[in-house]
C-alpha cells in the first residue's frame, strides 16, 4: 500500500504542470498499533480451586494471544507468599513479544501452591517483580499491570515482614506503599481484577490509584480503575474490558452459546476500526472455529490475518483494515464434545488527524477557515459510520493569543470552524486539531504559520463543478487568482489522490501578471477506479515564490458506475411487463367471456306447426359445449328431434351460439345455414319450424309493443287475440278447421275453450328435461 500511494503521488508530480513539491500523502501507510509492554500477575494462593486457577490462566492466555500489536511485549507472573527458601512470586514467562510463539505457553506453568511453596497472598512483592520487569520497555511506550487475586493480600510469620504477627499488616501495607510509589515513579499503570468473597475492594481501588495514569487520558473514564466480580466465571470478560480501556481500544459485546454439535456466535467490527482481534473462549479445545468476514468469505488465513491457539482453549484472529459489520464464527464440536463458548473482539481505529487552512498564509484581523480531517492508513475517513462517536477540537495559540475553536462536523469528514483572528498579532501561531473517540488514542495535529509577513503576492482559491462521475470521468475545477504586487507569476495545482484512482491533471499551469482573472483546470480519473468515495488534496501554489501554497482544499469525488441495462430500464421494463400481465389478463378475461358466450347452454330447441309448439323438444347434452347435434326425424308422427352425442355426416343438424348476439347458427345436413332468435321459429320444411328457448335470458315483449298485444310463442309474450295464420295453406287447405298438428294427428278440438291452448308436456314427446 505504501508503494502504490508514493508511485501516486510521484505520478501526479511528473504530470505536465504538476508541481514537484512533495504533498502530504491522502491517508498514512506507516500507521500502525502502538505497542505497549505488559504483565499479568497471576495469584496461585492455596485457597483457589480448580477451576477458579483454569480460569485465571485463560485469562492471562487471552491477555498474551490477544494482542493489537505483534511487537508488543508480555510476561506472566504467579505469585503467593515466601515461604523457607521459595520466593513469593514465580517468573512463569519473561517478558516476550507477542508474535513469538512462546507466548501462548506462556500460562501453562501457573499452578496452585502448596503450604511448603508459601501459599498466601503477597502483593507488594507480586507488583515489585512486574515493575521490575517492565522496566527495559522502550521509553513512552505504555506500561500496565493487571493482577488477578482472589483475596486481600496477606502473609503469615516467617515470609518476608517479620515473624510479629501483630506488626505484619503494618509492615505489608508499607510494602504496598512502597510498591505503588514505586509503579508510578516508573509509569506504570495498575489494573487490579479481584473475584470471590474475600476480596477488599478499598485495597484494590488503592492499588488502581497508586499507580501511574493511564496514556488515553483525552477519554473520560479511562484512568485505572480496580474490578471486582462474583466469582472466576467472569474473570475472562472483565479482563477483556480492563485490557481494551488500558491500552485505549474498544472492545464489542460479548456473544455466548452452548455448542452440542454446531453453532455461530456474532461479533460487530465498527467502521473506524483499523486493527481487530476476534478472541475466543471454549470449554474444550476441541471445539473447531471458522472465522467468516460479513461479506461471507472465510477469514482464517486471508491476506492480513493472522490466527494463534488453534486447537486450544483459547483462540484469536488478528485482522488488519478488517471490512466493517457483522463477523461470523462457526463452531463445531465432534460427539461428546460440548460446553460453553464465548467470543468478543478488542479493536482500534489507528488514525491521525490533517490539519488545513484557508487561506493556507492568513493575516491578522483576517478570517480563516480552519478544517481538521481524518486518515487512516488508507484514505481520509469520510463515512459517517465512521465518524459516529468522533469528537474533534481545535486550538489557537501565539503571541497574546491562547483560544479554544469548537469545530463542528461539515461534509465528506469534515470538521470546521470559520475563526478570525485579532488584529495586531504577530509572529508564528499555531493551529492543533485534536481526535477523541472511543477505541481511538487521542492523536492530534500541529500547523504553525508566521504572521505580519503582509499579504500573499497572489491569492488563488478553487470552485468545483460536479464531484459525481462515472469511472473514466473528470472533475472541473476553476482557480480564480488576483496579483497583488504587478509581478509575472506561475501557479501550478498539485492534487495527492491513492493510486488507484489513475489520477490524471490537466491544465494544471498558468502564468499571471496583473489583475485578476480564473483558469480551468481537470482532475481526470481512470477507467478502473472503484466505485464509491475518493478522497484527495488539491493546492495551487505560486512556483515563483518557493511553492508557496495560495489555496488547498481537501476534495472527495463519488465514482458511480454507469448505470447497466437494469438500472436505467427496470421501472420500463416492469411497467412492460405489468402493462402485458393486464393485457394478457383481460385477454384471457375477453376469451374466457367469449367462450363462455359461445358454450351452448341452457336451451331447448322446440318444433312448431303452424306457429304453435308440438310438443316436441331437445336439450344440449352437454351445456358447456360450444355445439349441439340433433337429427330430424320427420317419417313418423309427430316429428321428432334426436339428440346425437356427435356429429353424424349427412343426418345431423349442427347448432352453434352466435357469440355476438346469443343467437344461434344452424346449419342443416345439406350445409345450408338457418339464422334462429329466441322465441321466433324459422321455418325448416314447409309448416314445420324450428325454435328454441334460453333458460340464460328473460324476453318480454318488444320495447315497442302496445299494452295488450302479444307473443305468440309461449312464455316470450302473451297469447295472440286471433288464430295465427298456419304455414302451408295452400297445402292444408284454409277451410278446414285450425289444428296446430296439421296432418300429423287430429290434436284438440277445433274450437278450444277461451284462454285453452296447446301444452308442450301434454303429449309427453321428446326427451324430458
Not at 462536523?409 to 475563526?419: N, Q, R, V
Request: aromatic share 6%; hydrophobic share 35%; charged share 20%.
Amino acid at each position: 500500500m505504501a508503494t502504490a500511494v508514493l508511485f501516486g503521488a510521484l505520478v501526479v508530480a511528473l504530470t505536465p504542470g504538476a508541481a514537484r513539491a512533495a504533498d502530504p500523502a491522502v491517508g498514512d501507510p506507516s500507521l500502525k498499533v502502538e505497542p505497549i509492554s505488559y504483565a499479568v500477575l497471576v495469584d496461585e494462593s492455596g485457597s483457589l480451586k480448580g477451576p477458579d486457577l483454569d480460569r485465571e490462566k485463560d485469562a492471562a492466555t487471552l491477555a498474551a494471544i490477544g494482542e493489537l500489536s505483534p511487537d508488543s511485549r508480555v510476561g506472566v507472573i504467579g505469585f503467593g507468599s515466601g515461604a523457607g527458601a521459595n520466593p513469593p512470586v514465580d517468573v512463569v514467562c519473561a517478558l516476550t513479544v507477542v508474535s513469538d510463539p512462546a507466548a501462548a505457553k506462556c500460562a501453562e506453568k501457573l499452578h496452585a501452591r502448596t503450604d511448603q511453596e508459601g501459599n498466601n497472598t503477597d502483593i507488594p512483592a507480586a507488583l515489585r517483580q512486574g515493575v521490575n520487569m517492565l522496566a527495559g520497555a522502550p521509553a513512552g511506550q505504555a506500561k500496565v499491570l493487571f493482577v488477578l487475586t482472589d483475596g486481600a493480600m496477606s502473609v503469615g510469620p516467617g515470609e518476608g515482614y517479620g515473624n510479629d504477627p501483630a506488626r505484619i499488616p503494618g509492615e505489608l501495607d508499607k510494602g504496598l506503599t512502597a510498591a505503588l510509589a514505586q509503579a508510578k515513579a516508573a509509569g506504570v499503570q495498575i489494573w487490579p481484577l479481584g473475584f470471590g468473597s474475600g476480596i477488599d475492594a478499598a485495597q484494590l481501588a488503592r492499588m488502581a490509584a497508586g499507580g501511574a495514569p493511564s496514556t488515553c487520558s483525552e477519554r473520560p473514564g479511562d484512568k485505572p480503575a480496580a474490578i471486582t466480580v462474583k466469582d472466576s466465571g467472569e474473570v475472562v470478560q472483565t479482563l477483556q474490558k480492563a485490557f481494551a480501556t488500558a491500552r485505549c481500544a474498544g472492545v464489542t459485546q460479548t456473544d455466548s452459546t452452548e455448542v452440542n454439535g454446531e453453532a455461530d456466535l456474532n461479533v460487530t467490527i465498527p467502521a473506524i476500526a483499523t486493527d481487530v482481534v476476534i478472541q475466543v473462549q471454549k470449554a474444550a479445545g476441541e471445539i473447531e472455529t471458522t472465522f467468516f468476514d460479513p461479506d461471507g468469505k472465510q477469514a482464517d488465513n486471508a491476506p492480513g490475518t493472522e490466527r494463534r491457539g488453534q486447537g486450544s482453549r483459547t483462540e484469536t484472529l488478528r485482522i488488519t483494515d478488517p471490512v466493517a459489520g457483522k463477523w461470523r464464527i462457526h463452531l463445531k464440536a465432534r460427539p461428546g464434545v460440548f460446553g460453553p463458548v464465548s467470543a468478543a473482539a478488542l479493536w482500534q481505529g489507528v488514525v491521525k488527524s490533517y490539519v488545513q487552512l484557508n487561506p493556507p498564509q492568513p493575516s491578522a484581523d483576517e478570517s480563516v477557515k480552519f478544517s481538521v480531517f481524518l486518515q487512516t492508513r488508507e484514505k481520509n475517513l469520510t463515512d459517517p459510520a465512521a465518524l459516529k462517536g468522533v469528537t474533534v477540537s481545535g486550538h489557537v495559540e501565539g503571541p497574546g493569543l491562547k483560544a479554544d475553536i469548537p469545530l463542528r462536523p461539515g461534509d465528506k469528514g469534515e470538521f470546521f470552524s470559520d475563526y478570525r483572528i485579532p488584529g495586531g498579532i504577530t509572529g508564528p501561531v499555531s493551529f492543533t486539531g485534536t481526535i477523541t473517540a472511543p477505541g481511538v488514542a487521542g492523536t492530534r495535529e500541529v500547523k504553525t504559520v508566521t504572521l505580519g509577513g503582509g499579504p500573499a503576492a497572489v491569492s488563488a482559491e478553487i470552485k468545483w463543478g460536479d464531484n459525481t462521475i462515472e469511472p473514466g470521468g473528470s472533475v472541473a475545477g476553476t482557480v480564480s487568482w488576483k496579483v497583488n504586487d504587478n509581478k509575472p507569476h506561475n501557479l501550478r495545482v498539485l492534487a495527492d489522490f491513492p493510486a488507484d484512482t489513475g489520477l490524471r491533471i490537466t491544465g494544471a499551469e498558468q502564468k499571471v501578471t496583473t489583475g485578476a482573472d480564473n483558469f480551468g483546470f481537470e482532475l481526470a480519473f481512470g477507467k478502473n477506479i472503484a466505485k464509491g468515495d475518493h478522497t484527495g488534496r488539491v493546492r495551487v501554489l505560486d512556483t515563483t515564490d518557493g511553492d508557496r501554497v495560495l489555496f488547498e482544499t481537501t476534495r472527495t469525488i463519488t465514482v458511480e458506475p454507469p448505470p447497466g441495462f437494469w438500472d436505467e430500464y427496470l421501472w420500463l421494463v416492469i411497467g412492460g411487463v405489468v402493462l402485458l400481465a393486464l393485457l394478457l389478463a383481460l385477454f384471457g378475461f375477453l376469451a374466457k367471456r367469449r367462450g363462455r358466450a359461445r358454450r351452448i347452454g341452457p336451451i331447448a330447441l322446440r318444433l312448431y306447426r303452424d306457429g304453435q309448439p308440438i310438443g316436441v323438444e331437445t336439450r344440449p347434452l352437454n351445456e358447456r359445449a360450444e355445439a349441439m347435434w340433433f337429427r330430424l326425424d320427420t317419417t313418423g308422427f309427430p316429428p321428432q328431434l334426436i339428440p346425437l352425442y356427435m356429429h353424424e355426416p349427412g343426418t345431423a343438424w349442427i347448432v352453434r351460439r352466435t357469440a355476438a348476439t346469443g343467437t344461434l347458427d344452424v346449419e342443416t345436413p345439406l350445409g345450408a345455414h338457418l339464422h334462429l332468435e329466441a322465441g321466433r321459429p324459422t321455418e325448416v320444411e314447409p309448416g314445420l319450424a324450428l325454435g328454441f328457448t334460453d333458460d340464460r335470458v328473460q324476453h318480454g315483449p318488444p320495447a315497442d309493443a302496445s299494452p295488450g298485444s302479444g307473443d305468440p310463442y309461449g312464455s316470450y309474450g302473451a297469447a295472440p287475440t286471433g288464430s295465427p295464420r298456419p304455414y302451408g295453406e295452400d297445402a292444408y287447405g284454409s277451410d278446414r278447421p285450425y289444428n296446430p298438428y296439421g296432418p300429423y294427428g287430429t290434436g284438440p278440438a277445433a274450437d278450444p275453450a277461451p284462454g285453452a291452448g296447446p301444452d308442450d308436456t301434454t303429449f309427453g314427446y321428446g326427451p324430458p328435461r
